[in-house]
Structures are given as C-alpha cells and as structure tokens.
C-alpha cells in the first residue's frame, strides 16, 4: 500500500500561482511514478502532470504545459506541482496517485485538494 496526502490547494485570481504538494508514505519502494489529476465538475478526470520516480522523466498535458511543472524529491518521496499563470478553467479537484510500474494503472489516490481560480 502506498499513501497519498495532498496539500496546497486554495483560492487565487486568474494569473496566480499555487504550489502542491504530495506526500507519499508507506511502500514506496512499489511505486514508479506519481501523476496529478484534476476533475471538474461535470467534466471526466484529466491527467494534469506525471514524474517518474528514478529517472524524473515527466509529462504534461498540452492544456497546462508551459505553466505546470512538476518535480520530485526522492530523499522526502513528495511530489510538487507548480502551477502558474492560473485559468478560472483550471478550478478542480487535484489529485495525486501512484502507479506500480509503466504498464499499470494508478491504483492508490489521495483525497484530493481543492484549487478555485476566480476570474
């Protein structure tokens, strides 16, 4: 099992930042890599960002690329998400998950945290 805490979430204008935070614990040692999701509501669950943990190898969704960064800390095993440049449409929920290996799915969440962009 690996556990998931989120953080950072909050409220800003349009053309804010918000940095998040994800905390893993437990068996770490099974997790590849980490992705942030987010959901709207309505809307079905997207992809925001991914890192693998060893090699830092990340991608990004072509709606967030070139404001999102995400990063890793191997020594911490957190996973930050730089968000910049903030759209009232990137107002979600964010998540972050793990998955085993490349070929899996993510298969442990956390409970998510809150982003609102106000225009």
């Known amino acids: 099992q690996v556990q998931l805490v989120e953080s950072g979430g909050g409220l800003v204008q349009t053309g804010g930042s918000l940095r998040l935070s994800c905390a893993a614990s437990?068996?770490?040692?099974?997790?590849?890599?980490v992705g942030w999701f987010r959901q709207a509501p309505g809307k079905e669950r997207e992809l925001v960002a991914a890192?693998?943990?060893?090699?830092?190898?990340?991608n990004y969704a072509d709606s967030v690329k070139g404001r999102c960064t995400i990063s890793r800390d191997n020594a911490k095993k957190t996973v930050d998400l730089q968000m910049n440049n903030l759209r009232p449409e990137d107002t979600a929920v964010y998540y972050c998950?793990?998955?085993?290996?490349?070929?899996?799915?993510?298969?442990?969440w956390g409970q998510g945290t809150q982003v609102t962009v106000s225009s």
């Open positions: 998950a793990s998955r085993k290996t490349a070929f899996t799915s993510y298969n442990f």
């Open positions: 890192i693998i943990w060893n090699s830092g190898r990340t």
């Open positions: 437990g068996r770490t040692e099974y997790s590849y890599g």
